[in-house]
């Protein structure tokens, strides 16, 4: 069973507001990754970390989120000014060095009103 | 990029029959993954099989790498099967970065 924590399950915002999202990933799993999932059930890579370094991300990402990876700390995800069309299923999943398999948190469901 | 393509887009069952759910995709994928997503949105994985043929339970995923195919066979459905079920594929190297398909709709009925 997967050990990866997100938080808040839902977030509810108003268009142009902040939305912050957090993300524990396993224990010793050094890799995070960001995925948003829509209505349609399709599945878009944000983002993703080598321990506390971005690996790659979308252009989207790049331009209207801000995420990161501290040390000791929650990974998080902000989008700077949310969109109605960023409402979505936003999931955390990391994996081991030199695995591939990837373990998912329960994800931030966000709403944007 | 990798597209990842799965069918049936739903599937409706009584209790006990089988149910085989298949995906391609569009490039060779040295990692393939398959999870169950719960109604409530919480992925769970279920094999990862790049390759050959894996089982788990109730589970049976057969993967033809050079044809680019994977299968997930439930036998004997249950209602608590119910949901969606994902297939994720990935290259390997530096670019690692799943890819997902839009999922098989299970529905399960007592």
């Known amino acids: 069973n997967s050990k990866v924590i997100q938080t808040p399950r839902y977030l509810v915002k108003g268009q142009g507001q902040k939305a912050k999202m957090r993300c524990i990933p396993e224990?010793?799993?050094?890799?995070v990754f960001w995925y948003q999932q829509n209505k349609n059930n399709e599945f878009k890579f944000l983002i993703n970390f080598q321990n506390q370094e971005v690996l790659q991300q979308i252009d989207m990402t790049e331009k209207r989120f801000s995420a990161e990876c501290p040390s000791n700390s929650p990974c998080s995800l902000e989008i700077q000014s949310s969109e109605a069309g960023d409402s979505a299923l936003y999931l955390c999943?990391?994996?081991?060095?030199?695995?591939?398999?990837?373990?998912f948190g329960a994800g931030t469901r966000l709403s944007v009103l | 990029g990798q597209q990842v393509q799965q069918s049936p887009a739903s599937l409706v069952l009584q209790e006990g029959e089988n149910a085989e759910l298949q995906c391609n995709f569009s490039?060779?994928?040295?990692?393939l993954q398959w999870f169950y997503q719960s109604p409530g949105g919480s992925l769970v994985s279920l094999l990862s099989?790049?390759?050959g043929t894996k089982h788990t339970g109730r589970l049976t995923s057969t993967t033809v790498t050079k044809e680019r195919r994977s299968s997930l066979h439930i036998s004997s459905s249950q209602t608590t099967d119910s949901g969606t079920y994902l297939c994720a594929t990935a290259t390997s190297g530096g670019n690692y970065k799943p890819t997902f398909g839009k999922g098989t709709s299970l529905v399960v009925h007592p």
């Open positions: 099989n790049p390759s």
């Open positions: 999943a990391s994996r081991d060095r030199g695995q591939n398999t990837l373990y």
């Open positions: 224990k010793g799993h050094p890799v």
């Open positions: 490039s060779t994928a040295t990692q």
